[in-house]
């Protein structure tokens, strides 16, 4: 613990970090912790808006990670609270808000997925509906007469509503200031975020200064971008990769990054160091090195990470199996059809192989649809299933599905 001197803390930390506020400040704080050999309090919460994590909120843990690696104590903040608000950053519309029920399901996932990368034993795992529900009306009070109308409408999120005559709930205004208040609670030296969230950070300043503790600094990391290249990674966008996926889709999700942005993961998702990374690049834009290959080591890192070595070195067999070879996945689905005339349309929809009829149909016309290897194109005809078939129907190229004639 504290084997690294303040300065060289601090480089290490500094690597990937979009704003840091204050360094000078933070040098100071990580300075009194090698002194004293006491651990900075390191605070990232995370809203249990959806089931499940995926490889963007790594980005943050990942630093958290390094922090405790450093010898300091991260606090992993579930906001079981904060959840049933919604966070507004970035919307243009009010959140709907979540019922208890729902946020309680959504953080058993949460509380268990952070140790895939975090140490279980050097983790402070705590719920900030511990205090922000034994807060009384005159609690709140005091807590929002501490922040101006004026101040919440240079966000710009609630600026752009404001001035396009969208609505904006009073309750939204609780959001960052609740969260701030977990700061004051925790007694956080440090904040990180994402870069989305630096407003909500720098209110955890101020209202620290308001109830007379030391104010955190602040760190914030890139937001990053899902798999179509465009948009940050969120289930909503359904460009993400999921921390609890199995070892296959990981992989294969992984293989359809650009290669462009593969360099952007190895950055963000890696231990690889810069110097690591720009190799790399010089190796293929020489042609030394396929970008596949790359790509390749980026998945198995990856699946490593959440799964296991073995685990890595299997996806990436079967990866070469399903998509080089045209061979099948290990877990491969079974599927009961009685004998008889059938439209391979409906059985598609019938085995989750396409969300609709119409969705079937294109499939079917791009010549994406294979029954034992032959395409079928036709999407008005019927196919003949005789009892004791055993025939193998393939969609699109990662869908496969066993058909059993009882």
């Known amino acids: 613990m504290f084997e690294l001197s303040a300065e060289e803390q601090l480089r290490h930390l500094k690597k990937g970090v979009v704003d840091l506020v204050e360094e ?55 906001g079981d609270f904060t959840a ?36 279980r034993d050097k983790t402070e795992l705590v719920y900030n509906a511990t205090w922000l529900d034994a807060m009384s009306p005159s609690d709140f009070i005091r807590l929002s007469s501490q922040y101006t109308v004026a101040r919440m409408l240079e966000r710009d999120d609630f600026s752009k509503r404001y001035q396009n005559n969208q609505p904006i709930s009073i309750h939204e205004f609780m959001y960052p200031l609740a969260q701030a208040y977990d700061s004051v609670a925790i007694k956080a030296d440090v904040e990180m975020g994402g870069t989305d ?37 969120s289930k909503s966008y359904d460009n993400y990769i999921g921390v609890d996926e199995i070892p296959r889709e990981m992989f294969g999700k ?25 190799s790399l690049k010089t190796d293929v834009g020489a042609g030394k090195k396929h970008p596949r290959d790359v790509k390749v080591g980026l998945a198995k890192l990856l699946v490593e990470r959440f799964h296991s070595k073995s685990a890595a070195d299997q996806a990436e067999e079967e990866f070469n199996r399903m998509f080089q070879q045209g061979g099948l996945p290990d877990d491969l689905q079974e599927k009961n059809l ?12 019938d085995f989750g192989m396409a969300s609709s009829k119409g969705e079937a149909r294109r499939l079917m016309q791009g010549g994406g649809v294979q029954l034992d290897g032959s395409k079928v194109m036709d999407p008005q005809g019927t196919t003949s299933f005789a009892s004791g078939d055993n025939v193998i129907l393939k969609v699109g190229k990662k869908k496969f599905v066993r058909i059993l004639v009882p």
Request: hydrophobic share 40%; proline share 4%.
């Open 338 to 349: 009685a004998a008889g005339d059938h439209s391979l349309v409906q059985v598609m929809v």
């Open 254 to 278: 992984t293989m359809r990054v650009s290669d462009e942005l593969m360099y952007r993961y190895l950055e963000l998702l890696t231990d690889m160091t810069v110097d690591q990374i720009e």
């Open 84 to 119: 049933m608000i919604g966070d507004p950053t970035g919307k243009n519309e009010t959140r709907p808000a979540l019922t208890r029920d729902e946020v309680v399901e959504n953080a058993k996932s949460y509380a268990e997925q952070c140790f895939k990368i975090l140490d």
């Open 24 to 78: 000078k400040e933070l040098l100071a704080k990580l300075k009194k912790s090698v002194d004293e050999k006491k651990p900075l309090r390191i605070k990232v919460g995370f809203d249990p808006s959806r089931p499940d994590l995926h490889i963007g909120h790594t980005v943050v843990i990942n630093k958290m990670r390094q922090w405790q690696d450093l010898g300091h104590q991260v606090i992993f903040i579930v």
């Open 197 to 233: 969230q630096r407003f909500n950070l720098l209110v955890g300043r101020d209202i620290q200064k308001s109830y007379g503790v030391r104010p955190q600094s602040i760190m914030t990391m890139p937001l990053l971008e899902g798999l179509d290249g465009v948009k940050k990674m």
